[in-house]
């Protein structure tokens, strides 16, 4: 009900900000280890944090030592789900303000990646937070880019058996994490001092997309952010320093593909044909 009332009101809630952060704090404390009350105690909070965007900041200090624990809750899928998820709500309201929690942000990130209990499940959303806070701040990420890659690359690594269907489809949400990571880290530093970091890492971005792309179960999320996806590095790289990546045979045939997607996906293509006809010339 609450969280309906904030989305409903956006920016109109911060009169009464104080007092909804006082009230969810009381019931996290409360709750102890009840999961399902800390679930529905923290998407309150990442609602709040959307709407308030850069005005969430003065709750945030509260907040962190209950968030912390909830991520290492390794055995409470749902429960680590959505601290998962307030880690980008609160990236995407801060923007670059964030950059000063990212540090022990993508520390527990990465060992949750790590750990053996975590329901792989969480680990797609982990990935795809990743994205969430390089989009917030930009070439702040740059500490965090090498390791971060090296998980995208080993990640994008992972073949299904065809014939374990829950695995292809766990494939298929793994891929479309990575490239959600790939398009924030992208998208982060497009435009910014620090693009030339994304070079080195450009073939093995585009790897992953041909080898989506080449799926006869692709999904139609996975094929848009493929397209988006050429279409961020081209923007990335106008003055031809990728030219011979997007020069393959399978981006030129790829970018003039015939086979039916919904207008939202051929609007995206259409740009990124653009973006590499100009990175190209």
Partial sequence: MIICVIRKLGNGIQPLADRITTAVLQLIQSAGKTSTVLEDAFLVVGSLASALETQFSPYITAFLPYLYPAL????????????????GDISRALGDQSASYAGPFMTVLLENLQSEVLNRNVKIVILSCFGDIALAIGPGFEPYLETTMNVLRQAGGVQPNPLDYDLVDYVSQLREGILEAYTGIVTGLKNTEKVQLLMAHAPSILQLVQM?????????????????????????????????????????SELKARHRM???????????????????Q
């Fill in 72 to 87: 290492k809750a390794h055995e409470e899928t749902q429960l680590c789900t959505v601290a998962v998820g307030i880690i």
């Fill in 212 to 252: 989506c792309l080449a799926d006869e179960e692709r999904t139609e999320s996975v094929v848009k952010l493929c397209y988006g996806l050429i279409g961020d590095l081209a923007d990335s790289f106008p003055g031809g320093q990728l030219k011979q990546l997007f020069l393959q045979p399978w981006v030129v």
């Fill in 262 to 280: 919904t207008p939202d996906v051929k609007k995206t293509m259409r740009w990124a044909r653009e973006m590499v006809k100009k990175a190209t």
